[in-house]
């Protein structure tokens, strides 16, 4: 009866309320602990003839991390105190500094943000002029609007009820196969199960790393810190990385998504230069001998090393925890979880009547939740990356910079569970706030404006899109040969680079920019 409910599951359409759209161009709807809400569009002290105003360019110039100023609603706002105790992390507000970032603000915080934070930053105005707003942008507008309109952005907590007792039922049949079973064959089982478990997991704790199931931002941070103790995984080392990952998607120097030298490089253009500098995890990168030699073998090692990519989250959450717990919430809750997380796993393991069985349990349940992180990579890898920073005009703007830089995966309903919101990865990097269970609706409007203003092999499109498609979604094998096609040209170029006199390889794009040969 659950898996039927899971397969079946009427798709939601609207909140308990629908609320009609402002006629006063001075109030907008925002949301709020889930529920959509009026408000007005600025608050804070109102335009006089002494307000400061500035001009893009004047605002563009504070663009670090020790200077920070943005934009939101044609107000200027220096949030440079404010860097180190965003609670998302350091890198969306260093990587959004100087920069117009109306979209992303509202897209990311609740209209309580606007209300008790936003105004203390409060610096001035924007000249009359200097904000255009484009035409594809004002129709993204419209859809957060009318997305809010129907109260889509209110969790059903009836699907979370249901998945619950699902993740209670893999987990507990993978214990009982695993625990209260003697043969060999019912063991590996329990260890499949714990995989599908660890993987369908994730997706609860991505929808509460974004504050995305109570809409509380602590009682979501609690929840999944909590849920350490069944999933090994910091939700505070997540945060900082996932957050930056969507405002700097594919940026060579600022998405930690993408920054995996020296084992693999999704394209080219990360070994264009001698070496550049990793403002996530500051360090200098370069592809050196060892680099080399394993990105030119990528393509053939990718997938194998994803059954093993759940141990580098362990480790990448360990570090973070130890040595930076002042830079996240919960972090001794989170520890304490992941202590029980491998007391209780290896407890199950050494459970087994052989060595052999206990290895065999520990590692085919870690490779079975290696699709996890496929799903992950799959939706970026293959798509637009770029050196420097987005949002500077009409052309990499938030909304064109997503279609960019994300696809999505073509899945029918009925297996909307198994890819856990993942395959709707264009709408969630839109709308990160918005419940898993109505990105589908969400799709069908995104598409309609894509559609409207980049339909697929206008000139448009293939100036702004390298494929000629502004909405990719390929199928899951589909979006998987992709992906692997983009890691084999990458290892191919890694092949083919050049020692810099720097003792760095690099590829022929970087002869090529530089008018070399």
Same mark, same amino acid.
């Not at 989170?334 to 459970?351: H, K, P, R």
């Not at 009925?414 to 706030?433: A, K, N, T, Y």
């Given at each position: ?27 907008? +709807? ?133 998945? @619950?007792?699902?993740?209670? @039922?893999?987990?507990?049949?993978? +214990?009982?196969?695993? &625990? ?5 064959? @019912? ?5 499949? &199960? ?141 520890? @304490? ?101 109505? &990105? ?40 998987? &040969? ?36």
């Amino acid at each position: 009866m659950l898996i039927a409910q899971l397969l079946l599951d009427k798709e939601s359409g609207t909140g308990s309320t629908i609320i009609e759209l402002p006629a006063d161009s001075t109030a907008t +709807l925002r949301e709020d602990w889930g529920k959509s809400t009026m408000a007005p569009v600025h608050i804070g002290r109102a335009k006089t003839t002494s307000s400061p105003i500035y001009t893009l360019a004047e605002v563009a110039k504070h663009c670090t991390r020790e200077d920070a100023w943005i934009i939101i609603d044609e107000r200027v706002y220096d949030v440079t105190r404010f860097v180190d105790r965003h609670p998302g992390g350091v890198g969306p507000l260093v990587n959004l500094a100087g920069k117009e970032c109306t979209d992303v603000f509202a897209n990311y915080h609740a209209a309580r943000v606007y209300e008790k934070m936003l105004p203390a930053f409060l610096i001035g105005e924007m000249a009359p002029g200097e904000i255009v707003v484009w035409p594809h942008v004002a129709d993204f507008r419209r859809v957060r609007l009318e997305l809010l309109r129907r109260g889509l952005f209110e969790t059903d907590m009836h699907f979370y009820a249901k998945m @619950a007792a699902w993740h209670a @039922a893999l987990f507990l049949s993978s +214990l009982y196969l695993s &625990l209260g079973c003697t043969s060999c064959t @019912a063991h590996m089982s329990g260890a499949v &199960l714990m995989g599908v478990f660890w993987q369908q997991l994730a997706g609860i704790g991505h929808d509460l790393g974004h504050s995305g199931v109570t809409h509380d931002f602590h009682r979501d941070h609690r929840i999944g810190s909590t849920l350490s103790a069944l999933m090994g995984l910091s939700v505070g080392w997540w945060k900082s990385d996932h957050n930056t990952h969507h405002v700097a998607c594919n940026a060579i120097e600022h998405d930690p998504n993408i920054q995996h030298m020296p084992m693999l490089a999704i394209s080219p253009k990360i070994f264009s230069r001698p070496k550049w500098w990793d403002t996530y995890h500051r360090k200098w990168v370069g592809m050196d001998d060892v680099a080399r030699l394993l990105v030119s073998y990528q393509h053939l090692f990718f997938y194998p090393l994803m059954a093993l990519g759940r141990w580098n989250l362990y480790v990448q959450g360990l570090i973070y925890l130890l040595t930076q717990p002042d830079k996240t919430h919960y972090p001794k809750t989170e520890l @304490a979880g992941i202590a029980v997380f491998f007391s209780w796993v290896f407890a199950t393991a050494w459970s087994m009547p052989t060595w052999a069985q206990a290895v065999s349990w520990v590692m085919v349940s870690h490779a079975v939740a290696g699709v996890l992180h496929v799903q992950i990579v799959l939706s970026h890898w293959s798509m637009h990356a770029y050196a420097g920073r987005a949002y500077t005009g009409p052309d990499d703007e938030w909304y064109i910079t997503t279609m960019r830089t994300t696809m999505n995966v073509s899945t029918p309903k009925w297996l909307d569970f198994v890819h856990i919101g993942l395959q709707f990865q264009v709408e969630h990097h839109l709308f990160p706030r918005l419940p898993r269970h109505n &990105l589908r609706e969400a799709r069908t409007m995104v598409k309609e404006v894509v559609e409207k203003h980049f339909p697929a092999g206008s000139p448009e499109c293939k100036r702004l899109f390298p494929n000629g498609i502004a909405y990719h979604e390929p199928g899951f094998f589909e979006g998987n &040969l992709e992906m692997w096609r983009t890691l084999k040209l990458t290892a191919l170029a890694a092949r083919s680079a050049k020692k810099g006199e720097h003792g760095f390889w690099q590829s022929a794009l970087w002869d090529g920019m530089n008018c070399a040969g």
